[in-house]
């Protein structure tokens, strides 16, 4: 091979060879993104679920800062880096969702972490409680919000969210009334149907992942389509 065979663009094995090589020295390999949905899935279901037994005060817990280290590393740092997995991979309503939800959880989280300071800044338990449920009240409007940019995935998704929303609301409610233990149980039953629609999705996904595995979990999908992933 000269140099002469490769300038005028005779193709040779020799001339193939060498720009091959010459490429690879200026292009980088593209790299295949897997798909992140089931690791936010399964992240957002898990801390929806400790949260929601807490709540319903399962085996007389009455506190649930023993969640506290799970809201912010597998229900906040890991759904933040699903969606953004989502976002490279060009999922935006997917990337979105994922880490909204997680930085809710770590934020939520650091409101009970003393060192935070946040509860030392309340005397008036009737103050802290207007102060949180008026901050879960605007996070009930922000799952509204994005469950009118799931309506057009699948039955899973939209009930899922749909029942989001109202395990937001009573939490809401419950921090404004706190003598009303019912408001709070009450979240705590919707949020379990919540982390069971998640765990469902996020496995139906983790399925459809694997190509060669013979179990498919059906999702509802509208119009007879196979949706984008969304969370």
């Known amino acids: 091979m000269s140099l002469t065979d490769i300038e005028s663009g005779i193709s040779t094995p020799a001339a193939a060879t060498y720009a091959e090589n010459r490429s690879s020295l200026y292009h980088s390999p593209r790299r295949q993104f897997g798909n992140a949905t089931p690791l936010g899935l399964f992240a957002f279901a898990s801390s929806v679920l400790i949260g929601s037994l807490y709540n319903l005060r399962v085996k007389g817990v009455m506190h649930g800062n023993a969640m506290i280290g799970h809201s912010l590393f597998c229900g906040g740092l890991a759904q933040i880096l699903a969606g953004m997995w989502q976002f490279a991979c060009g999922n935006t309503p997917g990337g979105t969702i994922a880490t ?46 994005l469950l009118i940019g799931q309506l057009r995935t699948n039955f899973c998704t939209v009930f899922m969210g749909s029942v989001n929303v109202m395990s937001f609301s009573f939490l809401s409610a419950s921090y404004f009334h706190p003598e009303r233990t019912g408001l ?48």
């Open 184 to 231: 709070l149980r009450t979240s705590g039953s919707l949020g379990l149907i919540v982390a069971f629609f998640a765990f469902y999705i996020g496995l139906s996904e983790l399925l459809r992942a694997d190509k060669t595995h013979f179990i498919r979990l059906p999702l509802g999908v509208f119009g007879g389509k196979r949706a984008s992933k969304t969370s």
């Open 100 to 145: 909204l939800y997680g930085t809710y959880n770590m934020s939520y989280a650091y409101i009970f972490i003393p060192s935070s300071g946040i509860l030392a800044a309340y005397t008036d338990p009737s103050e802290f409680g207007a102060a949180v449920g008026t901050f879960v009240l605007a996070w009930a409007l922000i799952a509204f919000f």
